[in-house]
């Protein structure tokens, strides 16, 4: 995942009408206690996970750091599924 360029308000606006939000609802909601929090509680378990990058999957007793082909991550599914 990338962007070239600035994050700011007009710029998520976009992004977001592209992927058909209402963005109206979005901006109620972004600044909420509630987000803010839920945005923390992540934060601290990532933390304490030492999860510090993207991707990383947690999977049941595992954590998968880094990019797996599709065939590999389907089998890697398959497995804990077992």
Known sequence: MSFNGDITLPTLRRLGSTFGLDMEAVEARMDS?????????????????????????????????????????????ANKRG
Do not use: C, K, W
Request: aromatic fraction near 4%; hydrophobic fraction near 45%; proline fraction near 4%.
């Open 33 to 77: 206690d509630e987000v803010t929090a839920e945005i923390a509680q992540t934060r601290a378990l990532a933390g304490s996970l030492a999860i510090n990058g993207t991707p990383t999957f947690v999977m049941h007793d595992e954590l998968l750091r880094g990019y797996l082909p599709l065939d590999q991550m389907q089998a890697l599914v």
